[in-house]
């Protein structure tokens, strides 16, 4: 049978983007065809402009209609390739979208898995346990840095209260210490030295033992001589 008839080729389908560019290029034909029309419908009104009326005027007109006609035509035949044209990215737009769409939901559902896979090795106990761990350690450490710091040849009974009175009142006593030595032109009592522990006046005469020494030493060359 097909060697008596022949076979019938199947003929390759065309994708979107070829059927759009095959109605583009089909409808840029029409806009010439058209604009080539508008071309002879000037022509023709300019020479009926010209011409009075009689059978010469009425022939040019009837011209004019057949192009007008004809131009008429053209343009449903362009509106529709552009109207096909325009669905036709509409739905390859669509398309394209469906698919970022569809590849969104996967790549979602590949992280969702990998979460699930991730969490699943998690061990709340765990973390607790190391939690806890860290509180103990920070407690030692603590206690370390107390036991460091801890005072020696201090009595454990210390009252607080009553050293910091016995210093406001040392505070008081220098203070009006202070202001008695300022009014009468002396020294305080605690600059002052003890009067058994003062040192000599020298300003006039020497001390008193001193002379004696070198009296003695001079009656002793008297007799050597």
Aim: no cysteine; aromatic share 4%.
């Amino acid at each position: 049978m097909n060697r008596l008839f022949g076979s019938r080729n199947a003929a390759p389908k065309l994708s979107m983007a070829d059927a759009i560019k095959s109605t583009e290029e089909r409808a840029d034909g029409v806009e010439v065809k058209i604009r080539k029309l508008d071309g002879e419908l000037a022509r023709y009104r300019d020479q009926m402009k010209k011409m009075r009326d009689g059978p010469g005027k009425s022939a040019i007109q009837q011209r004019a209609l057949r192009v007008l006609r004809q131009k008429r035509l053209y343009e449903s035949q362009l509106s529709q390739l552009q109207q096909q044209s325009y669905n036709m990215e509409q739905a390859t737009m669509t398309t394209e979208n469906l698919r970022n769409t569809m590849a969104t939901v996967d790549a979602m559902s590949t992280a969702n898995k990998e979460m699930k896979k991730t969490y699943g090795k998690i061990d709340l106990d765990k973390i607790e346990d190391v939690q806890d761990d860290m509180e103990d350690l920070i407690e030692r450490a603590n206690e370390v840095q107390e036991t460091l710091g801890r005072s020696y040849g201090v009595p454990d009974d210390v009252d607080e209260s009553g050293l910091q009175a016995e210093l406001d009142a040392l505070e008081d006593d220098l203070l009006q210490e202070g202001l008695s030595g300022e009014t009468e032109g002396a020294m305080p009592s605690y600059l002052q030295q003890d009067s058994t522990s003062a040192l000599p006046d020298f300003v006039d005469e020497a001390p008193q033992q001193q002379h004696e020494s070198v009296s003695g030493r001079e009656d002793a060359e008297a007799r050597w001589r």
